[in-house]
T-cell receptor
């Protein structure tokens, strides 16, 4: 079974609008971390935001917020006020205490911001 | 400046030749990783190492080899046994403190093309 599932291969959003990128995860470990990364066309992986399994509040970092619904095992990324520079691939990832240092990545969502 | 360096950025090799990709970090991180990324795809784990002189196979280790003789260095050798080595290779590292709640830090990547 896939540990991380991203069901949106491609998304489009109008500049200045908000967009939600979906991510669901599969784990039986009570302790885990969820991460979102941005990969521009240059290929570098840029860390955006993190959510711990025991965190009570949704994580926020500037224009990025994570909509964490633990019971549904979803960790959607919300980007507010989209900018042209937000056009990139976005990857959701998970790390479990039980599997130590291994990270699991989804297949990514390609976001295109339209002017 | 602390970070992860990968060299070279672009690498061309003839079929049947072994090639070694460099990864060096000065972040004093304990764990290091190698990922492979094919066009339009997510990241697949090749090998990872949690401490010096120890490493574990990831999901696609066949045709690859690694060494971890120094904490700062984790070179990846793509051998002639790897059937389709043309891809983008990313190196990453994580610190030990905060355990599973640390994000991965990534290098800029190496694009390998086998002719």
């Amino acid at each position: 079974a896939q540990k991380i599932t991203q069901t949106q291969p491609g998304m489009f959003v109008q500049e200045k609008e908000a967009v939600t990128l979906d991510c669901t995860y599969d784990t039986s470990d009570p302790s885990y971390g969820l991460f979102w990364y941005k990969q521009p066309s240059s290929g570098e992986m840029i860390f955006l935001i993190y959510q711990g399994s025991y965190d009570q509040q949704n994580a926020t970092e500037g224009r990025y917020s994570l909509n964490f619904q633990k019971a549904r095992k979803s960790a959607n990324l919300v980007i507010s006020a989209s900018q042209l520079g937000d056009s990139a691939m976005y990857f959701c990832a998970m790390r479990e205490v039980g599997t130590g240092n291994q990270f699991y990545f989804g297949t990514g969502t390609s976001l295109t911001v339209i002017p | 400046d602390g970070g992860i360096t990968q060299s070279p950025k672009y690498l061309f090799r003839k079929e049947g030749q072994n090639v070694t990709l460099s990864c060096e970090q000065n972040l004093n991180h304990d764990a290091m990783y190698w990922y492979r990324q094919d066009p339009g795809q997510g990241l697949r784990l090749i090998y990872y190492s949690q401490i010096v002189n120890d490493f574990q196979k990831g999901d696609i280790a066949e045709g690859y080899s690694v060494s971890r003789e120094k904490k700062e260095s984790f070179p990846l050798t793509v051998t002639s046994a790897q059937k389709n080595p043309t891809a983008f290779y990313l190196c990453a590292s994580t610190p030990r403190e905060r355990g599973v709640y640390n994000e991965q830090f990534f290098g800029p990547g190496t694009r390998l093309t086998v002719l």
